[in-house]
């Protein structure tokens, strides 16, 4: 098991609110950009105005396949995922007139080898075990890496 940096603990518990972008409360795209900026200095966009609430599952995923063509991410293979990768995760939400969605609309970020962190609507930032917690596990679909950091590592 991989080691978790002191650092992951303070953004534990910070509470979910939707559009949230600081620690008062975040949703899960606030809690991405605020792990990057504060911890690897990458000041990612806001995306707020892009999907107006975090259950408009219909423009959340607008908004994370615009943020995945923006040619700003790389794709990182499964294994070889790194901390301040971002975790492309499966959601559920209610569509109107069509019941529930499933689909590319929730992501986390990787703190350490085996580990996320992320937020979701009904409770504060969690840690959680993305390769032994059947319930995340089956809901990644893939992971991001921000081109500046693959360029750093190269």
């Known amino acids: ?17 939707d559009l949230g972008r600081d620690r008062a409360g975040c949703d899960c795209w606030g809690l991405v950009r605020l792990v ?12 707020a105005t892009c999907y107006g609430s975090e259950a408009n599952a219909a423009r959340v ?3 994370v396949e615009a943020e995945r063509r923006s040619g700003a991410w790389q794709r990182v293979e499964p ?8 975790v ?3 959601g559920a939400a209610r569509a109107p007139g069509s019941g529930w969605v499933f689909g590319p609309i929730h992501v986390g970020v990787v703190v350490a080898s085996g580990w996320l962190l992320h937020a979701e609507r009904g409770t504060t ?14 809901r990644v679909l893939g992971f991001w890496r921000y081109r500046r950091l693959a360029a750093d590592a190269d």
């Not at 294994?79 to 971002?86: A, L, N, T, Y």
């Open 1 to 17: 098991m991989s080691q978790l940096p002191s650092w992951a603990a303070g953004y534990v518990g910070i509470p979910f609110l």
């Open 36 to 47: 990057l900026a504060e911890q690897a200095g990458i000041q990612l966009l806001s995306r």
């Open 61 to 63: 995923g607008a908004a």
């Open 79 to 86: 294994s070889g995922e790194k901390p301040f990768d971002v």
């Open 88 to 90: 492309e995760m499966s």
């Open 125 to 138: 930032a969690v840690l959680a075990r993305y390769r032994e917690d059947q319930a995340i596990r089956r």
